[in-house]
């Protein structure tokens, strides 16, 4: 049996990414909601964004580097 390492490392590592904002999403804001309300959980949710915005771009230029560098290597 052939097994690709890379792409079930890239796997793993995509689904712990996704969990991770998952909780912090749902179980963050949730929390605040519980105990502040409704207009705090929406501002909560506007700073999670604006945190998570920065790290996002730097990602997905990264990630445009690493596109254009496999395109040229080819």
């Given amino acids: 049996m052939n097994r690709d390492l890379r792409k079930y490392a890239r796997q793993t590592n995509f689904r712990l990414v996704a969990g991770f904002l998952l909780v912090l999403f749902i179980v963050g804001d949730g929390l605040i909601y519980l105990f502040y309300g409704r207009n705090a ?25 690493d596109w254009i560098a496999r395109r040229n290597r080819e």
């Avoid at 909560?44 to 945190?51: E, F, N, Q």
């Fill in 41 to 65: 959980a929406l501002m909560g949710l506007v700073c999670l964004v604006a945190g998570l915005t920065p790290v996002i771009l730097i990602i997905g230029v990264l990630w445009l580097i």
